[in-house]
Each structure stands twice: as C-alpha cells, then as structure tokens.
Nanobody
Framework: QVQLEESGGGLVPSGGSLRLSCAASERTFGSYSMGWFRQAPGKEREFVAAIGRGGISTYYADSVKGRFTISRDNAKNTLYLQMNSLKPEDTAAYYC????????????????????WGQGTQVTVSS
C-alpha cells in the first residue's frame, strides 16, 4: 500500500508560481498512475491533472491547461505539479492520488478511479 505526502504549498501573489511535490513511499512508484486534485472551501473536489505510469501521457482540466504542468520522476518516487500564472481561483487544498494500474483518459479525471490519497497541501493565491 503506497503512502503519499504532498509538499510545496503556500501563499503566493496572483501571477506567481509554485511547484508541488508528492513523495511516494513505494519503490514501485513507476507502476502507479498518478493524479492531482484540488478542493476549495465549500466546493467539491475537482480534477487538476493526471499522468501515466511512464510519464508520457498527461491530462489536464481545461481550467489549468497551459498554466500547470504535471510530471514525475520514477527514480525519486516523486510526482510534481508546476503551477504558473496562478489566479485567486486556484486557491485550494491540493491532493495527489495513485492507482496501481493503467488509467485511461476517460477515467483519469474521476476521483473514484484512485485508490490512494495524500493528506493535501494548501495553496493560497492572493489577489
């Protein structure tokens, strides 16, 4: 059972950048499809981005496309989310999630696809 720990959140002005990391406990990290989700206060959890096991296939929510980049380093058991041109509406708790198998483009945006979740890291974008 993989354990996930996010880091890198914080307070940033509008237009700024942050890079989130998600460290996985397992050396078989490369066998997991990974995703980033976020949840703002009073709102439902929403999909942000996902990446395939080899790091080639990536998927993004329309709201972050062109601003956020998901990547992974399987040698370091770590998932990343580079966030640029941040907006106040990006303010949320960000969570990484893992599924130990291939995840299709259609399944990637659904939270129910993933079996393991981190505790989250808070991102606050000031206007």
């Amino acid at each position: 059972q993989v354990q996930l720990e996010e880091s890198g959140g914080g307070l940033v002005p509008s237009g700024g950048s942050l890079r989130l990391s998600c460290a996985a406990s397992e050396r078989t990290f490369g066998s997991y499809s990974m995703g980033w989700f976020r949840q703002a206060p009073g709102k439902e959890r929403e999909f942000v981005a996902a990446i395939g096991r080899g790091g080639i296939s990536t998927y993004y929510a329309d709201s972050v496309k062109g601003r956020f980049t998901i990547s992974r380093d399987n040698a370091k058991n770590t998932l990343y989310l580079q966030m640029n041109s941040l907006k106040p509406e990006d303010t949320a708790a960000y969570y990484c999630a893992a599924k130990k198998q291939y995840v299709s483009r259609d399944a990637a945006p659904s939270g129910s696809t993933y079996d393991y979740w981190g505790q989250g890291t808070q991102v606050t974008v000031s206007s």
